[in-house]
C-alpha cells in the first residue's frame, strides 16, 4: 500500500501541496467520475447562492483548476483565484485568462481586509491544516456584509447512509485513483481527511460564533455534499 498523504502536524500542508501537485493532469477527469458529473451542478448552485453580480469582486480559495472562479467570472465579476499547487494553477490559467490567478497559501493571504464581495473555496476548507485559522482567513479578507461559501463533502446526519457513502469513498474512489494516477492514496486521502473535518453541521455552528449573520447550510444527496453560506458582520 502506498504511504498516506494525510498527516497531522507541521507536515500537513507540504504532503497536500504534494498530493494536488502530483494528480493536477487528472483532477478534472477523476473529479467528473467520481461524483458523476455532480460537481457541476453544485458549483452552479454555489454561483447562484452567491448572488455575485457585475461590478463586484470575489477570492476563489483553493481554487485549483479554476472550475468555480471561472463560473463567477462569467457574471462579470472582477476574480481573483488562489492556490498553492503552482501546477493546478497552471491548468486553471491555461483556461482562462480573465482571471487573477495567484499563488498562495489560504492559511496566509497575503491579501488586504476587508477587499472582497463574496470569498467562495470549493473541497478546500478541509484540506487546510487548520480551518479554523482557513475561516478566520477567509473573513479577514471579506468586507463588511460581504458573502462567504464554502462547498465540501458533507456527513450525512443519517447514519446508514453515512456509512454506504463512506464505504463508497472508501471502496470505489481509491480505484478510480489507482486506474487514472497509478495512486490510490492520493483518492483514499478524500475519506481520511473527511473523517478529520467536523462537517457541514459543526462548520455551522462555528460561524455563528464567529458573529456571522444569515448562517445557513444547504446539503445535496441527503448530507453527501453541502454548502455553508455566511455573511460577515
Ligand atoms: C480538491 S481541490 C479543489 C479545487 C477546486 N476548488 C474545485 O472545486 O475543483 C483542493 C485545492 O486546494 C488547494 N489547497 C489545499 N490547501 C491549500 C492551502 N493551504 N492554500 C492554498 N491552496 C490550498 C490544493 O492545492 C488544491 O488545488
Redesign the pocket.
Same mark, same amino acid.
Given at each position: 500500500m502506498t504511504e498516506s498523504y494525510y498527516v497531522q502536524g507541521q507536515d500537513r500542508?507540504r504532503k497536500?501541496?504534494q498530493l =494536488?501537485d502530483a494528480i493536477a493532469n487528472r483532477?478534472d477527469l477523476i473529479?467528473d467520475l467520481q461524483s458523476f458529473g455532480l460537481?457541476r451542478f453544485w458549483?452552479n448552485e454555489l454561483i447562484r447562492m452567491s448572488k455575485i453580480r457585475a461590478g463586484e469582486n470575489a477570492l !476563489? #480559495?483553493? +481554487? /485549483? +483548476?479554476g !472550475?468555480?472562479a471561472i463560473k463567477i467570472a462569467a457574471r462579470g465579476a472582477e476574480v481573483t483565484g488562489? !492556490? =498553492?499547487?503552482e501546477p493546478?494553477l497552471a491548468k486553471a490559467r491555461l483556461r482562462c485568462s480573465n482571471i487573477n490567478w495567484i499563488a /498562495?497559501?489560504? #492559511?496566509n493571504l497575503s491579501l488586504p481586509d476587508n477587499s472582497f464581495d463574496v470569498v467562495s473555496?470549493?473541497? /478546500?476548507l478541509r484540506? #487546510?491544516?487548520d480551518f479554523r485559522k482557513g475561516l478566520d482567513e477567509m473573513l479577514r479578507v471579506l468586507k463588511p456584509k460581504g458573502r462567504l461559501l464554502i462547498?465540501e463533502f458533507g456527513k450525512p446526519r443519517n447514519l446508514v447512509w453515512r456509512k454506504m457513502y463512506f464505504a463508497y469513498l472508501r471502496f470505489f474512489v481509491p480505484v478510480l485513483g489507482a486506474i487514472f494516477c497509478g495512486d490510490p492514496s492520493a483518492y483514499r486521502y478524500i475519506l481520511e481527511s473527511l473523517n478529520q473535518y467536523p462537517g457541514q453541521d459543526a462548520i455551522h455552528d462555528l460561524l455563528l460564533n464567529l458573529n456571522c449573520r444569515n448562517v445557513s447550510v444547504k446539503n445535496f444527496l441527503g448530507g453527501v455534499m453541502s454548502i455553508n453560506y455566511a455573511e460577515k458582520p
Open positions: 500542508s497536500v501541496r =494536488f483532477y473529479n460537481h458549483k !476563489d #480559495l483553493c +481554487t /485549483g +483548476t !472550475d468555480i488562489c !492556490d =498553492f499547487s493546478m /498562495g497559501d489560504a #492559511l473555496s470549493g473541497y /478546500g484540506n #487546510l491544516a462547498l
